[in-house]
């Protein structure tokens, strides 16, 4: 054990006097996460709860100039949210009948940022500003949930690939403030693409029920992702 950990100081202390003489410096970081699910049904903003997560990261910076660097790597997060966003319509009030309940969303997803940043020192302590785009992956998704015979259907549908669209882009802004190595981060990733459309869904059954209550199942449901996290971390 005392090898195990010996091999690991030596490891962090030879990638400190690598960064140290290099415009490369490699960075991690982890902390928790919050979504903010922003959802419109039948073109009204649903108000659902923000569920805590997890973020981790590996990056790297290049510097620009002094001052000035390039920020990439890979992130993971997890978030979700949960409420009784579907009764904000009366469509899906007639789909799920008596049987609604509470419903509890959680996404994993990787994202792959690309960020412009500034970083200025004052005493010992340094403070940092990045901003970019992003481009996420969902590669899992869980839904709780439990409806009548026919939403259960729609809710298959929904969590599948021909509902959620798996790729995601948005931008990223974020603050942190350094000492030493180490550093907090607090930042915001807002997505832009609407990554849920009903118009993917190819249920006989869901479009005769849109016609008889005369409502156009595509125009009815949109979502976005708005991201909100708080790290700590260790740059090299």
Do not use: W
Request: net charge positive; with cysteine; glycine share 10%.
């Amino acid at each position: 054990m005392k090898k195990i950990i010996l091999t690991v100081m030596l490891a962090v202390a030879s990638l400190g006097s690598l960064a140290a003489q290099s415009i490369f410096h490699p960075r991690v970081e982890v902390g928790g996460n919050f979504t903010n699910i922003q959802q419109k049904i039948d073109d009204k903003k649903v108000d659902l709860d923000m569920l805590f997560g997890g973020r981790a990261g590996l990056g790297f910076e290049v510097d620009l100039a002094k001052g000035l660097y390039l920020a990439s790597g890979v992130n993971y997060r997890m978030g979700g949210a949960k409420g009784n966003s579907l009764t904000t319509s009366d469509f899906f009030k007639k789909i799920a009948g008596d049987e609604f309940k509470q419903e509890e969303r959680r996404n994993h997803n990787v994202t792959l940022p690309l960020n412009l940043g500034i970083r200025a020192e004052v005493g010992a302590l340094g403070f940092s500003v990045e901003g970019g785009a992003y481009v996420a992956y969902t590669f899992k998704q869980t839904t709780t949930s439990k409806f009548n015979e026919l939403f259960n259907e729609i809710k298959a549908q929904m969590s599948d690939k021909k509902f959620t669209d798996k790729l995601e882009a948005g931008l990223g802004l974020s603050a942190a403030i350094h000492y030493d190595m180490m550093y907090l981060r607090l930042g915001t990733d807002f997505g832009l693409t609407n990554v849920s459309s009903l118009k993917k869904l190819n249920t006989d059954e869901l479009k005769k029920f849109g016609d008889k209550v005369g409502t156009k199942i595509e125009d009815i449901f949109t979502e976005k992702n708005t991201e909100f996290y708080l790290c700590f971390g260790l740059r090299f």
